[in-house]
C-alpha cells in the first residue's frame, strides 16, 4: 500500500475483494501468461492473503532469458501479442454468452 486515505477506511480491504473477485474468475478461465491462482485465505472474516504457484527469479528473466533486460522488452513486439492473446482469454471467459459489440438492444 502506497498510501493510507483516513478518510476513506474501508479503501484497502475494497480493493483486495476486489483483486480477490477477479483472481477467483481468472481461476475459473486460466490463462498460460498470468500466474497461477489457488485459493484466498480468510481468517476470522478478513481476507489475509491471496494464494499463487511460487516462481523463482523475475518476470523479466523468466520471460526473456539472457536478454538484456527493458531495452529488448520495448524492441519486441511479442509482449503486445502475450499481452492480446490473454485479453483474448480473459474476455471469452468472462463475457456474458448473448452480449457482444455487435448486439442490438
Request: aromatic residues 8%; charged residues 25%; glycine residues 8%.
Amino acid at each position: 500500500m502506497l498510501h493510507y486515505d483516513p478518510t476513506k477506511p474501508t479503501a484497502l480491504g475494497d480493493a483486495i475483494l476486489k483483486e480477490a473477485t477477479i483472481y477467483e474468475k481468472l481461476r475459473r478461465h486460466p490463462h498460460p501468461n498470468i500466474s497461477k491462482y489457488h485459493v484466498c485465505r480468510v481468517k476470522n472474516g478478513r481476507i489475509t492473503g491471496l494464494c499463487f504457484d511460487k516462481y523463482h527469479g523475475s518476470l523479466m528473466s523468466r520471460v526473456y532469458p539472457g536478454s538484456d533486460g527493458k531495452r529488448w522488452f520495448d524492441a519486441t513486439q511479442r509482449p503486445l501479442k502475450d499481452m492480446q492473446s490473454c485479453l483474448e482469454g480473459i474476455r471469452s471467459g468472462l463475457e456474458h454468452p448473448t452480449l457482444s459489440t455487435t448486439s442490438s438492444q
